[in-house]
């Protein structure tokens, strides 16, 4: 089953003027669903079907990797039904195919939650009796008709509201269909559907100015609730297991890296080996979440050589991302950990204390970055910021099969480590950003290989 998701994005709107590009918090409307969608793997494609270049300009910068679909002049203006602009989407697309499941929403959604969408894609593919899906509102309240008698209740027997057979409300949040239902019936909804309950806050739809308001509200509110967590490297090995325990915990993960992984809330795309400037980045996670409660400097560079063959170019690289930038992040950090009482941990190295040959810069920076933890620690935690290190030993990372393999032989190199898992230092991680009785303090975990002396 490959999903395609659809929103329609046009640019004029009559009842709150600009509303799908104003900004709420600080982004504009249009960001909140696109950045939720782009989280999700199970999407294989994202079409925003718009009517205005200016539009394409904006989401495109943000998101890249959004295609752009151009509805033609007959079908533009609020009086165009959706079904219209999606049929024709997917017609003039060439999106046919029966194994194509179309996932529509709106801009106008912004709360809607990753974890919504992946379960209504779930519910949808594992129930082979619905031939669509589309979420709904449930309602136990006292309802009339419009002659003032009773819908689902008996006026003379006022039970409880919380005991009255539920009812539902389409939210027009979510639809899944197949191009087969759409054009059968003309509706995204079919004649077997499904469909997924969703909350109260997460159903908000933008209407109305009084929406916006209460909308952008809301979400302050939510986002204040949730820790948030910055980790750099986030697309990596240890990286990834880091983001990923962080959301199994309810935190809201933020991700730093040169490559976009779908895993974080929100990513923010850096070359560590050149850029330490981290305002912006700040900036941006303060306007949205308002507080950071812990920084996680997982990111390195491992470059491979002799002593005699590192060139100055390797240097600046080695340095500036496996040093300079947990001073840089932890120093803009700074303020923010200090309102939450939060905590740095930076990932060091077993190198840091034992190493082996042809891994010298490595090896030389984490020695670096365990010294810079001791240090800061001394003076953060007059602030309440607790600075800690982690050392691992070999985890089976990308960067180790690297290691392994540039050896003569990896079988038997391989044979000869004892390899932990990402998620050994995912954990460890959580126990030191909760510890507040850890201060400066280095954690190995390497499976006690760095216990026993090598001359035994």
């Not at 024709?88 to 969408?117: A, W």
């Not at 082979?128 to 819908?151: H, N």
């Not at 460890?428 to 190995?444: E, M, N, R």
Request: with cysteine; net charge positive; hydrophobic share 35%.
């Amino acid at each position: 089953m490959n999903i395609i998701a659809i929103i329609p994005l046009k640019y004029n709107s009559t009842r709150v003027p600009g509303k799908n590009f104003r900004l709420m918090n600080g982004k504009p409307l249009y960001w909140y669903i696109f950045n939720t969608l782009s989280q999700i793997s199970l999407i294989n494609k994202i079409i925003c079907n718009t009517d205005s270049f200016e539009i394409e300009s904006m989401v495109k910068k943000d998101f890249p990797h959004v295609e752009i679909y151009f509805r033609p002049k007959h079908l533009e203006g609020g009086h165009i039904s959706t079904n219209l602009l999606l049929l024709d989407t997917i017609k003039t697309l060439n999106l046919k195919d029966k194994n194509n499941i179309f996932l529509q929403t709106h801009v106008t959604n912004p709360l809607l939650s990753k974890k919504t969408v992946e379960e209504c894609i779930n519910k949808y593919s594992q129930d082979s009796k619905s031939d669509s899906l589309y979420t709904v509102k449930q309602l136990q309240t006292r309802l009339y008709d419009k002659m003032g008698k009773a819908i689902n209740h008996d006026p003379k027997e006022l039970i409880p509201t919380q005991n009255l057979d539920p009812i539902y409300e389409e939210n027009s949040c979510i639809y899944m269909f197949s191009y087969k239902v759409l054009k059968e019936y003309n509706h995204r909804i079919g004649q077997t559907p499904s469909f997924y309950i969703m909350g109260d806050i997460e159903s908000s739809d933008i209407d109305y100015e009084s929406d916006f308001i209460l909308t952008e509200t809301l979400m302050k509110l939510q986002n204040k609730k949730n820790k948030v967590i910055i980790v750099t490297g986030s697309a990596g090995g240890i990286g990834s297991s880091i983001v990923d325990y962080y959301h199994k915990k309810k935190w809201i993960v933020v991700g730093i890296d040169k490559i976009f992984k779908n895993n974080t809330d929100i990513f923010f795309e850096y070359d560590l080996t050149q850029n330490n400037d981290f305002t912006s980045c700040i900036n941006d996670i303060i306007q949205k979440y308002g507080r950071i409660d812990c920084l996680v400097n997982n990111a390195a560079l491992q470059i491979c050589k002799s002593w005699d063959e590192y060139n100055e170019e390797d240097w600046n690289n080695t340095l500036n991302c496996n040093l300079k930038t947990c001073y840089s992040l932890s120093k803009s950090c700074r303020k923010y950990l200090k309102e939450s009482k939060g905590s740095i941990v930076n990932i060091c190295s077993i190198h840091a204390v034992a190493t082996s040959e042809n891994i010298g810069l490595y090896a030389m920076s984490k020695s670096a970055l365990q010294g810079l933890t001791k240090s800061m620690a001394l003076e953060y935690i007059n602030d309440q910021i607790r600075i800690n290190c982690i050392l691992p030993g070999a985890i089976e990372t990308p960067m180790l099969m690297k290691s392994i393999n540039r050896s003569k032989d990896p079988t038997k190199a391989k044979e000869k480590l004892k390899i932990g898992q990402p998620k050994d230092i995912a954990k460890s991680v959580y126990f030191l950003s909760k510890s507040k009785f850890s201060v400066g303090s280095s954690i190995i975990v390497d499976g006690g290989v760095s216990v026993k002396l090598s001359s035994e």
